[in-house]
Nanobody, 125 residues
Framework: QVQLVESGGGLVQAGGSLRLSCAAS????????MGWFRQAPGKEREFVAS????????RYADSVKGRFTISRDNTKNTLDLQMTSLKPEDTAVYYC??????????????????WGQGTQVTVSS
């Protein structure tokens, strides 16, 4: 079982930056494909980015490509999401999770488990 705890959310003005972190414990972190998702009020949770266990392979939602960067430090068991050029539409609760079902597409919520509690990101216009 993996335990995940997100941090780093907050209130930022449009155009600003934030760095989210996800601390993992309970299993060999470097073997896990990790993902970031977000859920805005009244909307379904959506894929943001994923990263392979080694960190060499990443994938992004079109809405954040070029603005967000996912990374990991396997020596510290941490997953990060650097967010730049933030927009009001990036406002959401951000979650990290582990990918557990490789048969499903990497951007499907059901491919992931062990969700953290989430961290709120609010971007003001």
């Amino acid at each position: 079982q993996v335990q995940l705890v997100e941090s780093g959310g907050g209130l930022v003005q449009a155009g600003g930056s934030l760095r989210l972190s996800c601390a993992a414990s309970g299993r060999t972190f470097s073997s896990l494909i990790m993902g970031w998702f977000r859920q805005a009020p009244g909307k379904e949770r959506e894929f943001v980015a994923s990263i392979s266990g080694s960190g060499r392979n990443t994938r992004y939602a079109d809405s954040v490509k070029g603005r967000f960067t996912i990374s990991r430090d396997n020596t510290k068991n941490t997953l990060d999401l650097q967010m730049t050029s933030l927009k009001p539409e990036d406002t959401a609760v951000y979650y990290c999770a582990t990918r557990v079902n490789l048969a499903l597409p990497t951007d499907w919520e059901n491919a992931y488990a062990n969700w953290g509690q989430g961290t709120q990101v609010t971007v003001s216009s």
